[in-house]
């Protein structure tokens, strides 16, 4: 069973360029929308690739049209927001949310999103409480089918260069076996793998994936 149309946002990201190559890869998608602020420089016969203002809903909408499955990876850093909330909250909560309600609009089947290990709206952390807070309102729209992934720390490399995760991969590896499975570390290409997985699965319904379900 092939997917005629599929639309990705986050592509240049750790988890979603390994989502990328696997859908280029997969025979069985037939046309990659890639969504992005710059350009991606993949040169694939399946890709279409749209260069918007993420902030814009009425440009995302027009990426989403047609699409039968949507995958985010769309997040911000403290340091690329100079540490305003406001900005950050922009970025993962406003873009997000927008791409989910177009989603609703167009019918998608499935939006395949990623959120974190440990998200909660009742959390004081404010970057827990607001993944929690994004859960809930895509939740609420009712969209046909929402699957959420929740990693925690991500293995692998990114092109950019984050010290503090650097340290981290180095370090939580080998005492991960003292944590709770939930926030264990796990390889980028594996929650990208996992995400494939659903797209082409039966599963309808929301569901979330934690480190079990993803590894």
């Known amino acids: ?26 025979s069985e998608f037939e046309k ?3 969504v992005s602020r710059k350009p991606s420089f993949k040169n694939n016969k399946k890709i279409n690739e749209f260069l918007i203002d993420l902030s814009n809903y009425k440009e995302i909408e027009k990426t989403i049209q047609n699409s039968e499955i949507v995958f985010s990876s769309i997040g911000t850093t403290q340091s690329k927001v100079n540490g305003d909330k406001n900005e950050y909250k922009k970025v993962d909560y406003g873009i997000t949310l927008n791409i989910a309600k177009a989603c609703k609009k167009s019918g998608v089947k499935k939006f395949i999103f990623v959120s974190t290990s440990g998200a909660n709206i009742n959390s004081k952390n404010f970057y827990l409480n607001l993944k929690g807070e994004i859960e809930k309102s895509v939740l609420n729209l009712n969209i046909n089918s929402v699957h959420i992934i929740r990693p925690s720390l991500l293995l692998g490399n990114r092109q950019e260069i984050r010290l503090g995760e650097r340290f981290a991969q180095k370090l939580m590896p080998s005492i991960s076996f003292l944590l709770p499975d939930k926030y264990k570390p796990i390889d980028a290409k594996l ?20 480190y079990n379900e993803i590894k």
Do not use: E, P, R, W
């Open 32 to 34: 990659i929308n890639l």
């Open 191 to 210: 929650v990208a793998k996992k995400m494939i997985q659903i797209s082409k699965s039966k599963t309808l319904g929301n569901k979330i994936y934690h």
């Open 1 to 26: 069973m092939s997917i005629k149309q599929i639309t990705i946002f986050g592509c240049t990201g750790l988890i979603g360029s390994h989502v990328l190559d696997f859908l280029i890869k997969d």
